[in-house]
Each structure stands twice: as C-alpha cells, then as structure tokens.
C-alpha cells in the first residue's frame, strides 16, 4: 500500500488548510488506524490525530483538540486533516501514517505504525 498526502501550503495565522492521505494498493483493509504526525525543524516527530478504520473512533493531541478534524472516507481509502485556527506553531511537514497493530495506547507513537506517506508541509505565517 502506498500513502499519497497533499493539501499543505501557506496560509495566515487563523486561516484553514485541510490535508489529505490517499491510499493505493491492496491490503488498505487490513489497516487497524490511520494517523496524522508532524515534525517541525529540530523536533521530534510528534503525533497529531488519528482515527481507527473501523468504527471511525477518533483521537487527537491536546495541542490541536477542538481546532483539527480527523475524518475518513471509506470508499475512497482516504483519511483527511481539517485545520482551522491554525498557529504559526502548528508549522511543520505532516505525515499520513498507516498501522496494522495499533491498538489505542499506542496510537501516538510513530513506531507503531506501518507505512507512512511523503509529508506534505504546511507553513503558517504570524
């Protein structure tokens, strides 16, 4: 399966950007959760959202809780990343990431899942 993500660019403090992961291949299906992280210069790459495939329960950081929007579309084999109210501290390259054995106490950690996409960057101006 291969991640394909896109939707980043420039927008204004308090503007909106919404992204999205598109998935091709076979075997999408076997996917448990579908996340979005982000990894600003000299961070760490920290976890953002993400969303089990089944049932669509979704789950977010607190820095983003109330102002992103994880949702998914299950004939498309697409998941995407509504973000309003950004800040120039939400700046960073977002990846899409897919997982198999996430389960939800580890849906934060990069190294729980399998396949992530390319980044797509998102640069916020004050």
């Known amino acids: 399966v291969q991640l394909q993500a896109s939707g980043g660019g420039l927008v204004q403090a308090g503007g909106s950007l919404r992204l999205s992961c598109a998935a091709s291949g076979r075997g999408f299906g076997t996917y448990r959760f579908l996340g979005w992280f982000r990894q600003a210069p000299g961070k760490e790459r920290e976890f953002v959202a993400a969303?089990?495939?089944?049932?669509?329960?979704?789950y977010y950081s607190d820095s983003v809780k109330g102002r992103f929007t994880i949702s998914r579309d299950n004939h498309k084999n697409t998941v995407y990343l509504q973000m309003n109210n950004l800040k120039p501290e939400d700046a960073a390259v977002y990846y899409c990431?897919?997982?198999?054995?996430?389960?939800?106490?580890?849906?934060?950690?990069?190294?729980?899942?399998?396949?992530w996409g390319q980044g797509t960057l998102v640069t916020v101006s004050s």
């Open positions: 990431a897919a997982g198999r054995g996430v389960i939800t106490s580890t849906r934060g950690e990069p190294g729980a899942y399998d396949d």
């Open positions: 969303v089990k495939w089944s049932g669509g329960v979704t």
